[in-house]
Nanobody, 125 residues
Framework: QVQLVESGGGLVQAGGSLRLSCAAS????????MGWFRQAPGKEREFVAA????????YYADSVKGRFTISGDNPKNTVYLQMNSLKPEDTAVYYC??????????????????WGQGTQVTVSS
């Protein structure tokens, strides 16, 4: 089994920044990349950002482009999400996920095999 643990969430004022971290551990595994999703109260979980380890460009939801940056460390199966210029609408539980079986998508939930428990991000106005 593979476990993912997120950290770095919290309460921040609008315009502020947070950096989320996610580390995957467990049985020996290889991954093709990792991603971040979020779920706001009363809404469905949505894609935020993803990166693959093959060196291709990262993927971002339109709502976070220019404000969020995803980075990662393949050998350590660790991914980060730097969030700047935060807005109240960014308030959500943020989940990281890892793709251990190659699939043809990075922006859909079914593209990922293991998920973390989530970390709360709250942006006050």
């Amino acid at each position: 089994q593979v476990q993912l643990v997120e950290s770095g969430g919290g309460l921040v004022q609008a315009g502020g920044s947070l950096r989320l971290s996610c580390a995957a551990s467990g049985r020996t595994f290889s991954s093709y990349g990792m991603g971040w999703f979020r779920q706001a109260p009363g809404k469905e979980r949505e894609f935020v950002a993803a990166m693959n380890w093959s060196g291709g460009r990262p993927y971002y939801a339109d709502s976070v482009k220019g404000r969020f940056t995803i980075s990662g460390d393949n050998p350590k199966n660790t991914v980060y999400l730097q969030m700047n210029s935060l807005k109240p609408e960014d308030t959500a539980v943020y989940y990281c996920a890892v793709q251990t079986n190659l699939r043809l998508t990075w922006v859909e939930e079914y593209g990922y095999d293991y998920w973390g428990q989530g970390t709360q991000v709250t942006v006050s106005s």
